[in-house]
């Protein structure tokens, strides 16, 4: 029998399943794809075979379950099926994993368990990873499922920065407390800057700026997160496409007693109608840099904002950290928006920190330094790797049990 070198991995939303079959030896992507629409009466799977033609075809998903199935069918056209003795895990994204789960996690019913108890903390997205979990189980139930979770990076965030400064009582009641997300980005990203400055991660301190459509900034101090700007849910910190970040908890208040919206209407107003598009109507960062370039004010109003939060991060971090070695931009518009990475970092020399305009204006998928060889601070562009970082972390802890 040959050696189980292969890790599938499985980002499992509510209505759609994004996958990745990665060969462990060389970090080969064997096939990648996208479920959609399941539960909607058209629902479409987009499949790309390593080297092949991308497939695309349009069938109802009434439930994960035939989603993923549609998935295994897929992958076992290619001669890379979920029956593949090649297989060594399935690697899952979960996206809370509470105070409990500091490490990825080989999935048990006491484990699905626990992951199901931090429903009322993350409502959106673990029952869909649960789904998940199950569905693939059903599929291989001799197959190790390992749980990677999106806040185990940030559970070393020490107390005084992962505590709100509420009654403590109410807030262990209720299980309220920075957690932070995007957790397997940050460790990725902070883990290849360090790569990219030739230094053992043990060795620097930096600011990790993960800006997709939901953004978050981490402080990583020798490879262990320090803050996070994510809180008890994905909703606080940085100006993101659609949700607010920070704004002060009496809005909520004021919009209620006075405004007369509902907590559920206000739920969806930070969360889906704020950020770019609440201010300028666009979500995309890519609009909103084309308006802005037109001269359209609310564009110019949105970037303006979404680069004065950032800046307000990068300063915050460079006092949590004391020193700071590099700054990593990431994902979406960290890896594509040179204006952004631009203004964020613009007159802040006397930190140490600047970017080079003609190395910051290269369109590269390669991890680059965009500072200029005398700053004291290395401005990074670090390509986000989250399902790679999810097959290692599963791979590693399948080969050691
Ligand atoms: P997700 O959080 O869904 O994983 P991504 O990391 O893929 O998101 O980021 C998506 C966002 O990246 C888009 O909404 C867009 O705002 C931004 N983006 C992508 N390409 C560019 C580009 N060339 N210039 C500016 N922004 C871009």
Known sequence: MSEATRVLVLNAGSSSVKYQLIDMVDGERLAAGLVERIGESEGRLVHSPHGGARRESAQAFPDHSSGLKAMAEELAADGVGLDSPELAAIGHRVVHGGRRFTAPTVVTDEVLTEIRRLVPVAPLHNPANIIGIEVARALR???PQVAVFDTAFHTTVPEFAARYAIDRTVADEHRVRRYGFHGTSHQYVSRATAQLLGKDPAEVNVIVL??????????????VCVDTSMGLTPLEGLVMGTRSGDVDPGVIFHLHRVGGLSVDEIDDL?????????LCGDNDMREVLRRAGEGDADAELAFQAYVHRLRKYIGAYYAVLGR???IAFTAGVGENAAPVR???TAELESLGIAVDPELNSVRSGEARV???????????VVPTDEELEIAQ????????S
Request: proline share 4%.
């Open 141 to 143: 139930p001799d197959l």
């Open 210 to 223: 993960h800006l997709g459509n939901g953004a978050s900034a981490s402080a990583v101090a020798g490879g």
């Open 270 to 278: 930070l969360n889906r109608r704020s950020g770019l598009l609440g």
């Open 324 to 326: 700071v070695d590099a």
């Open 342 to 344: 631009e203004a964020a």
């Open 370 to 380: 965009i500072s200029p060889a005398y700053a004291r601070v290395t401005v990074a």
């Open 393 to 400: 972390q599963a791979f590693a802890l399948v080969r050691r």
